[in-house]
């Protein structure tokens, strides 16, 4: 078994994850080793191996590993005081925390979790901050009349984007976790909790699969035209 120091060697079994990340009782094991395969055949697992990187407060103090991925037994597990995310281990694990970890954790298996067609066509939604002109991919998407309310993002995100399926794809379809979204994502900012519930499409490569829809872009809460309709 890895140590904090050693690389984390993927792909892992679901029976070595759950050993690893101490997740053993947390989720329903089925839903989440449909998830597990999907991100190690779907994502490179360079990427997948990578540490999570530790952010800071505005201030530029360390706030350390996020705790709500594997938490440490060395003081450095400072939790905040709300209720913590879906899947988080009491015992100390002294572990990498790792991307694969953040991707797992970004889905509440107390809901159904599938591989699904995007056919060519299907639009789909992203938010983005008010002041993001960049125009960025990422790597989540939603139905066009999800709102960020359920999305468990930060308060900020409330632009979108709409995106065309150029080609039909699998991806991860899922249910948004609680979370502290801005834990890992190095937005100078302390972390806040924010809730999830809606639908969630993960797509690595974006830029390959999806175009942007300009005409419809920054205009939230659509009727869903030509996209996808799920029941939950």
């Not at 055949?41 to 407060?57: C, G, I, R």
């Not at 995007?118 to 960025?136: E, N, P, Q, S």
């Not at 989540?140 to 468990?152: I, N, R, V």
Request: charged share 15%; net charge neutral.
């Amino acid at each position: 078994m890895a140590s904090e120091s050693a690389p984390v060697r993927l792909p892992m079994t679901l029976r070595q994850f759950l050993d690893y990340t101490g997740w053993e009782n947390n989720a329903p094991q089925e839903r989440m080793g449909v998830a597990l395969e999907y991100f190690q055949s779907a994502v490179p697992l360079s990427y997948l191996s990578q540490p999570v990187k530790d952010p800071v407060t505005p201030d530029g103090k360390p706030l350390g590993p996020n705790p709500w991925l594997l938490p440490r037994s060395d003081g450095a597990d400072s939790r905040p005081s709300e209720a913590g995310p879906h899947l988080a281990s009491d015992k100390a694990r002294n572990k990498v925390s790792v991307n694969l970890c953040v991707l797992m954790q970004s889905i509440d298996y107390s809901h159904p979790v599938s591989v699904r067609l995007i056919v060519k066509g299907t639009l789909l939604k992203a938010f983005h901050a008010v002041c993001d002109r960049a125009g960025l991919f990422g790597h989540f998407y939603t139905l066009l009349h999800a709102t960020p309310a359920a999305m468990a993002i930060p308060h900020d995100q409330t632009a979108t984007r709409i995106y065309e399926a150029a080609c039909s794809f699998a991806s991860l379809a899922s249910t948004v976790a609680d979370a502290y979204v801005d834990w890992a994502m190095n937005r100078g900012v302390l972390p806040r909790y924010r809730h999830g519930g809606g639908w969630q499409f993960y797509v690595w490569d974006p830029e390959l699969r999806l175009r942007l829809v300009p005409a419809l872009a920054g205009t939230p809460f659509q009727p869903v035209a030509r996209g996808l309709q799920l029941s939950t």
